[in-house]
């Protein structure tokens, strides 16, 4: 029986070229695809995909948020994150978050076929030294001078700050009040030791600009 395979990605290059890849192989079919705008949780709800492939960044999902409502929504359907962000800054995230592995999408596509049947099979797929990584990581607890001690929405709304987006933008973004928005950046100051808004921004620019470079959507 075919492994049902459905795509999340705001990219259609990325889709159709990942349709065809999932469609030329005789143990996996496409059963379905979006690019994160037309509700890809009815979809997957209706499908009952094996895997999901999930791109981490969406012009108006966050990422992090889908892993976990997808989980929610469809107990039995495996998330797989195929992403442009290096490895060791999100793969524990996306695991705590839920997913069941994570793959950067320059690797070959034999490498990214594998990792969707490994995720399939029920079995956690990550490069070995990000595994040893995630997994020390996830069992000693989060040390609160580093960019780790913050929850996934500090570091959401942390990311957003550095891509230069106000906290209107953000709170519209996340679907929160901005008084809310305000209390995560008051707690990212205290868990980072910062002490103003603008030491706040300039931390943030330099960490986006350092690690994932200027925001696409």
């Avoid at 797929?125 to 960019?147: C, H, N, W, Y």
Wanted: hydrophobic residues 40%.
């Amino acid at each position: 029986m075919s492994l049902r395979i459905f795509l999340i990605d705001d990219h259609p290059i990325v889709r159709e070229g990942m349709g065809r890849l999932i469609d030329r192989e005789p143990d996996m079919t496409l059963c379905g695809e979006s690019d994160g705008d037309d509700d890809p949780l009815g979809a997957i709800e209706k499908t009952q995909p094996d895997v999901v492939v999930l791109d981490l960044s969406l012009p108006r999902i966050n990422g992090l948020d889908m892993i976990a409502d997808i989980k929610l929504r469809a107990p039995a359907t495996r998330v797989f994150v195929l992403s442009m962000h290096d490895e060791k800054l999100y793969a524990e995230r996306v695991i705590r978050a839920g997913a069941m592995g994570y793959i950067m999408k320059q690797e070959a596509p034999a490498k990214v076929l594998d990792a969707i049947r490994t995720v399939a099979s029920g079995s956690l797929f990550l490069s070995p030294d990000i595994a040893q990584t995630v997994i020390k990581g996830m069992m000693k607890p989060r040390q609160e001078t580093t960019f780790s001690a913050l929850s996934d929405r500090e570091f959401q709304v942390f990311v957003f700050i550095g891509e230069g987006k106000t906290l209107q933008e953000i709170a519209e973004r996340l679907s929160l009040s901005v008084k809310t928005i305000e209390s995560h950046v008051e707690r990212i100051k205290t868990k980072l030791d910062i002490g103003s808004g603008r030491e706040l921004m300039r931390r943030a620019i330099e960490w986006v600009l350092r690690n994932q470079g200027p925001s696409m959507n």
